[in-house]
Nanobody
Framework: EVQLVESGGGSVQPGGSLRLSCAAS????????MNWVRQAPGKGFEWVSG????????HYADAVKGRFTISRDNAKNTLYLEMNSLKSEDTAVYYC??????????????????RGQGTQVTVSS
């Protein structure tokens, strides 16, 4: 059974930083691409970033490009999202999702049902 557990969220001021983690189990982590998606209050899911199975190819939504960095440690079965220069519009619940193949699909809805419980990120002064 696929299990994804997100952590690392919190409350920060604009311009601050957070590092999210996603602990994966129940599947061969190194064989699948992973996405981060988010859902702001009252809005739909938004794709944030994705990384291929080997970690050598990362992709970002325009809204976070240059501020967020996705990475993975296949030895630890863990996905990360380093978030810098946070803005109020980054406030959302962040989820990781397991894609059904080794390459990234830049879509929030792909494999959305694989997501964990999410971690809340609040950016406010």
């Amino acid at each position: 059974e696929v299990q994804l557990v997100e952590s690392g969220g919190g409350s920060v001021q604009p311009g601050g930083s957070l590092r999210l983690s996603c602990a994966a189990s129940g599947f061969i982590f190194s064989s699948y691409a992973m996405n981060w998606v988010r859902q702001a209050p009252g809005k739909g899911f938004e794709w944030v970033s994705g990384i291929n199975s080997g970690g050598g190819s990362a992709h970002y939504a325009d809204a976070v490009k240059g501020r967020f960095t996705i990475s993975r440690d296949n030895a630890k079965n863990t996905l990360y999202l380093e978030m810098n220069s946070l803005k109020s519009e980054d406030t959302a619940v962040y989820y990781c999702t397991k894609l059904p193949q080794a390459w990234v699909v830049a879509s929030a809805m792909t494999a959305l049902d694989s997501r964990g419980q999410g971690t809340q990120v609040t950016v406010s002064s």
